[in-house]
Nanobody, 121 residues
Framework: VQLQASGGGLVQAGGSLKLSCLAS??????MAWFRQAPGKGREFVAG????????NYAESAKGRFTISRDNRDNTIYLQMNNLKPEDTAVYYC?????????????????WGQGTQVTVSS
């Protein structure tokens, strides 16, 4: 399985970004987004099962971020609105072969290369 993430960049506080992650080469049950800020561990941001019937969000993401997928291909998105400087991090997409959605990065089987999101104050 290969994951290709894109869409990061530099944005001012209050702005928006949309991250994309294209998955290819296998089957899976859960796709998720994690992030890692400098000097910190990787933390769960949002996840969804492949049917789209269940979505989980970190408290920091609720009300601002939306995870979704494109029915036409294996692409998952993270729409991020009202971005804050504390959202600055490298964002990773990840796949878990089995349900349910987990929030620990150790539970995920495949990872994308990461895309940098920087929010200026």
């Amino acid at each position: 399985v290969q994951l290709q993430a894109s869409g990061g960049g530099l944005v001012q506080a209050g702005g928006s970004l949309k991250l994309s992650c294209l998955a290819s080469g296998g089957t899976f049950s859960v796709m998720a987004w994690f992030r890692q800020a400098p000097g910190k561990g990787r933390e769960f941001v949002a996840g969804m099962d492949w049917r789209g019937s269940r979505k989980n969000y970190a408290e920091s993401a609720k009300g601002r971020f939306t995870i979704s997928r494109d029915n036409r291909d294996n692409t998952i998105y993270l729409q991020m609105n009202n971005l804050k400087p504390e959202d600055t991090a490298v964002y990773y997409c990840a796949i878990r072969r089995e349900l349910p959605i987990r929030t620990s990065d150790r539970e995920y089987d495949y990872w994308g290369q990461g895309t940098q999101v920087t929010v200026s104050s």
